[in-house]
């Protein structure tokens, strides 16, 4: 029994209709915001993973400053990106926390279509990778353009099956900047996904705040 429920049973006396359904709707929303994490820290995460990889990568080109070797940039990048990998299956296991049926099993689905879209993804970039021999800058562009177009349609998925118009509207946003990473050229393409893509992850993760504090000043 919790607190609230243990404050108005003390007096002995029996909860009135207006009472229970109160009572009934404060527990709801306690348990609703246990299993339910929010995903503006999630966004935070990626967001400065891609602000500052990708724009560390970006700045050690010779052709932009060279401020670094680009080992250093890419060492920089693995080591964000496989925090934010960790943090985010951290983050994947709190809300299926004693959720049980559809829902359940539909998050289990989403997240395995990421794993299982990105593994395919990186074979075939890969193989063509090998392909390519020298062709360095179509294989930027090529992993690139492909990784941010896949995130994109996945956030989109994930917008129409939760029925969200932020995961969609972010969705759209970051496959618009997978064609504009390929368009602009190297080493322009890290610029986009350290700007357009990890600003698209903050603005994001700020409209989540906002709609999340809105949402408790309306109760």
Not at 36 to 46: D, F
Not at 60 to 65: G, L, M
């Amino acid at each position: 029994m919790s607190e609230d429920q243990v404050d108005e049973a003390d007096d002995g006396q029996p909860l009135s209709a207006a009472e229970s359904l109160d009572l009934i709707a404060r527990q709801h929303d306690r348990t609703r915001r246990e299993l339910r994490s929010s995903p503006a820290r999630l966004l935070g995460v990626w967001a400065v993973a891609w602000l500052v990889g990708w724009g560390l990568v970006y700045l050690s080109d010779d052709r932009v400053a060279g401020l670094m070797p680009g080992w250093i940039a890419s060492v920089v990048v693995g080591v964000l990106f496989v925090g934010a990998v960790v943090h985010t299956a951290w983050h994947s296991t709190r809300p299926g926390r004693g959720i049980r049926g559809p829902s359940r099993r539909i998050g289990r689905m989403y997240g395995w279509a990421w794993a299982i879209s990105f593994l395919a993804m990186y074979l075939v970039d890969l193989r063509l990778t090998l392909l390519l021999g020298d062709a360095t800058d179509v294989i930027s562009l090529l992993w690139t353009g492909t990784s941010l177009l896949l995130t994109g349609v996945l956030y989109l998925a994930g917008g129409m099956l939760w029925q969200d118009p932020l995961p969609y509207t972010f969705g759209a946003w970051i496959c618009l900047c997978g064609g504009a990473s390929v368009l602009v050229g190297v080493p322009g393409n890290f610029l986009v996904l350290s700007l357009a893509g990890g600003g698209g992850f903050a603005v994001a993760a700020l409209v989540y705040v906002l709609r999340a504090r809105k949402g408790r000043e309306a109760r």
